[in-house]
């Protein structure tokens, strides 16, 4: 491709309003640009891109059995009331009616189009298992879209679902995929980590998440420093035997504490160890109200609540229903003689000796607290959020942390949508079964941002081979000199014969121009045909380490795949 | 592909809805499902024939030096308003409002999108001309959706815009995008018109339309039956000559006509031929009224009319404007002594000598008419619609109509878009200038419909070679025959080695569905493994021509590669 043909709009400045790397690079290294908030045209240069990642996950979703199809954006209200979701979903499912008033979702997501589409055409276990996939542009009408790419209403997605009559066969797709995001992932050149996720409300067992590790993640990895383990901090058990102090237990005494309310301010007070002292909270779950104890220098996972107590929700009570459940505000809560409530608390408070709690009593606290002696607790269990420095669950090695940007998700669906759209089939004896499934999520153009927030450095872009819109970037210093001109083409024809994807830049600019944008835009390899083209010698620049080779024409192809080779 | 794995949901019942061939097949042949009026789902193998069309259109516009970019779907109103296309473009424009109240319209077409894009990157004549195209996802709010994939609201398109610095330059892209179509109807097999097109309100002056051959056309063409020529019948000039009747002139004469109307009845009664009637028709052309007039047996043609007098608009004047501007009904109208109106007269009325026209009074006519004796034209010129039987308009041979489906669309726009929206460069001596521009699309899953139009019989399907989803069908007829499922497992690992694209029916169906399935779902050879199966001996049909050969496997990959080059 010659530059001059095609649209590279590089900029000098950054745009002041994109915070992260992959939104300034891309913008300024002539890749997107914005045409309203969240959504974004994909450049020349962005769409070579986007077609090598969906041609990677083509692949691999193809090996994995998965089958291609495409869906509509426009979606029917009907379906989306089937599954209850037109109702849940909120303001970022994308609604809009048609000129016939007939209202319409922009598929936000594609699971009650296709449990539709399969509900209609397959009736017999004989036709299951069945995985379809797509690669499709999705809508979401996000409240602040930001980050470029990473969080836009208009984005290119892979989504893929499979229908099967056995959690067995759910469970070797899922596998499969599994497996398959892992190849596209690392094929795309990425660090990243598949982390145990929450399966939420939907009721399914196992669902990972795929996490690009960045510090402009959204979400926190716990994640182990020596074997493969990694959950979202969310979902990651703590597995660790806490040791009693060795101290007899003293006598209860409650203690003014004026107007100290934080763990801290309490523990520096009466000068004990944050670790001395229990947190209670009270929560909400579901319709009931639990006091939950955990140790002072730990934070209590709302999550692992939910999941103990079977529930669908557990948040924080507020200060009203705090004060009425336990006579008193946020600050002095405590579990001695907390009647009427339910208490569940962590195994580490089951260590405590002679610990600091709240009197449910402003600016009191109780001394000399022991668990089970002063208060009952109904379950102790695991409670809390991990934290860096706990053994990993896996037993092998020290949890560590890392933001993650999700790029990808499995998830074991079961019969949510089957059961609710009557998506059945006769198994083995003629009787009716709601199918069971699974969804499989890919961001695509997410993907692209992330490899970009993983490859780069202060000049530009740096893109890893498999990703490069082009393998080469040719660069004529002085195209108005003849024989730089002449050998700039001669080669340009030589290397697009010999199958390398190139891109020319045989403009007319100024060579400081043509250098800063050949590193901005980041291809692998620069050849440069400068003042040495006479005696047919180029320049050779690695992207990726600076390296440069002075190269005669006739080594040129076997320096290049030698380059290539080591990247 | 094994096709237990996949989803080709073939129908035996013709669907009650679909009324052309290409609706009906595609549904039963499990290659389409409607989701919502014009909406469809594109199953596994439309998917693949979608592909396959789609990358011939990229390898061919890649050739023509565009390049390709991805632009969104959700078009700000405001670029709308800029155009003015924003009211002006009916209904037709779906069009939402996001969460924050912003009105959105769903992309029928990019030419806004892109001209405000190039607006603001390419301020300068140097990075002209540019071409660039999306092969991207239009909503149309069609008013009755039809016949399938040929008239959706949701459907796939190919389109290119480009912008130069001057008209040659537009016309050397017009030429190459024009090359590059050609090319792609070519190779997906179709029998296929590039049509000289009215370029409507646009201004501009070229345009063709490229129309598939086919009954169900909405559109017909002229075409000639010796040379290359072709145009839309509303486009078609009458090049040839009339020869006046050697015949004196006789009386003007004003005869009763009682409820005689049309042509044919009014010649009927008078006993002469219609080829002496002068049929007369008042048109509103912009502001003012035009009496026009044409031989008897021909039709005005109001887009000539239009362009002749270089309006914007030219329609048939309703019953009230007639019966006000010339105090009569239609159906009695005649230039003589029609007072106050422009006349305009196609070449054949010159010709005429002692004809019959209305008298501008109910049951009236006058015979011996003669133009310019007994009325004033103030222009005669080219007016009618072409007829079946004209001579062709570049001097070869004779015209002959057909109907046609519009695939394709070459226009050039000029600086309708730039104008309206800004869109200037500044040239070599520092001036600004609009840029030039041109547009081009193609109807992707359309020429899809019309490939299945075109390539079908009473069995099904009979794809092209090209855009075959499957090269192969192998059919193992009894997959419970131990030797039959082992060669047929061995035959689909070897020719998938062999770089053939396969779909292996799998499936325990009985022989006579597997049969008919392949028939109806076309690919071009099918390989059935039967009885002769221990003998190494398959059977191969060309789905084209019905020709069956017996194949020992050791010859089988030549075989089908003989079969290949002669489809």
Redesign the interface.
């Given at each position: 491709?010659k530059q001059?043909?095609?649209?590279i709009?590089t900029l000098r400045e950054v745009p002041a309003d994109a915070e992260i790397k992959s939104h300034q690079l891309l913008l300024r290294a002539g890749y997107i640009?914005q045409?309203?908030s969240g959504?974004?045209?994909?450049?020349?240069l962005?769409?070579?891109v986007?077609q090598k990642v969906e041609q990677i996950i083509r692949e691999e979703m193809d090996q994995s059995?998965s089958?291609?199809?495409?869906?509509?954006?426009?979606?029917?209200s009907e379906l989306w009331q089937e599954s209850g979701r037109w109702y849940t979903y909120g303001?970022?499912l994308?609604?809009?009616r048609?000129?016939h008033d007939?209202e319409?979702a922009?598929g936000a997501t594609h699971e009650e189009?296709i449990t539709s589409?399969?509900r209609?055409?397959?009736k017999s276990y004989?036709?299951l298992p069945?995985?379809?996939y797509?690669i499709q542009?999705k809508?979401r009408?996000e409240?602040r879209p930001r980050f470029g790419l990473l969080r836009g209403?208009?984005f290119i997605m892979k989504d893929a679902y499979s229908f099967h009559s056995s959690h067995e066969s759910l469970d070797q797709t899922y596998q499969r995929v599994f497996q398959a995001y892992s190849n596209i992932f690392s094929r795309c050149g990425l660090d990243y980590r598949a982390v145990i996720a929450d399966s939420g409300a939907m009721g399914g067992k196992d669902t990972h998440e795929f996490m690009v590790l960045s510090d402009v993640g959204e979400d926190t990895i716990a994640y182990s420093d020596t074997s493969s383990y990694a959950a979202n901090i969310e979902m990651a058990p703590v597995v660790m035997e806490y040791e009693k102090k060795a101290e007899e237990a003293k006598e209860i005494e409650k203690v003014r504490t004026e107007n100290k309310k934080s763990i801290e301010e309490v523990a520096n007070f009466l000068e004990v160890d944050a670790k001395d002292c229990i947190k209670s909270m009270l929560f909400k779950v579901d319709d009931r109200y639990v006091l939950t104890l955990v140790r002072g220098d730990h934070e209590v996972n709302d999550i692992k609540l939910k999941n103990l107590l079977g529930a669908a929700t557990a948040e924080l009570a507020d200060a009203e229903e705090t004060k009425s459940v336990l006579g008193c505000a946020v600050g002095s809560l405590g579990p001695v003689q907390a009647k009427d409530v339910e208490i569940v608390a962590d195994h580490a408070v089951a260590a405590i000796v002679n610990g600091v709690c709240g009197a449910n009593e402003e600016n009191y606290h109780y001394m000399n607290v022991n668990p089970e002696r002063d208060f009952e607790v109904s379950q102790f269990a695991d409670l809390r959020f991990i934290l860096e420095g706990d053994p990993s669950p896996d037993g092998e090695g020290k949890i560590l942390f890392a933001k993650g940007i999700e790029v990808g998700h499995v998830f074991k669906l079961g019969t949510r949508y089957s059961e609710a759209m009557g998506a059945t089939y006769l198994d083995e004896n003629g009787r009716t079964q709601p199918m069971i499934m699974g969804c499989y999520g890919i961001g695509v153009s997410r993907t692209m941002a992330s490899v970009v927030e993983q490859f780069n450095d202060d000049k530009g872009l740096v893109w890893p081979t498999a990703l490069a819109p082009f393998d080469l970037h040719l660069i004529a210093v002085n195209m108005k000199d003849a024989s730089q001109a002449e050998l700039a083409e001669e080669l340009y024809a030589k290397l697009k014969a010999a199958r390398f994807d190139v891109l020319f830049d045989d403009r007319?600019e100024r060579p400081g121009v043509k250098f800063a944008d050949s590193d901005l835009i980041g291809m692998p390899i620069r050849i440069t045909v400068g003042k040495k083209a006479s005696e047919g010698i180029v320049e050779l620049k690695v992207r990726k380490t600076g390296d440069m080779h002075e190269v005669h024409v006739d080594e040129l192809q076997t320096k290049i795949e030698e380059i290539m080779k080591s990247l």
């Open positions: 491709m001059s043909m095609t649209l709009p640009r045409n309203a959504v974004y045209s994909y450049l020349p962005a769409r070579k986007l059995g089958v291609e199809l495409l869906m509509p954006a426009l979606q029917q303001p970022e994308m609604r809009m048609d000129r007939r319409f922009l189009v589409l399969i209609d055409e397959v004989k036709r069945l995985s379809l797509q542009t809508f009408d409240k209403r208009e007319q």
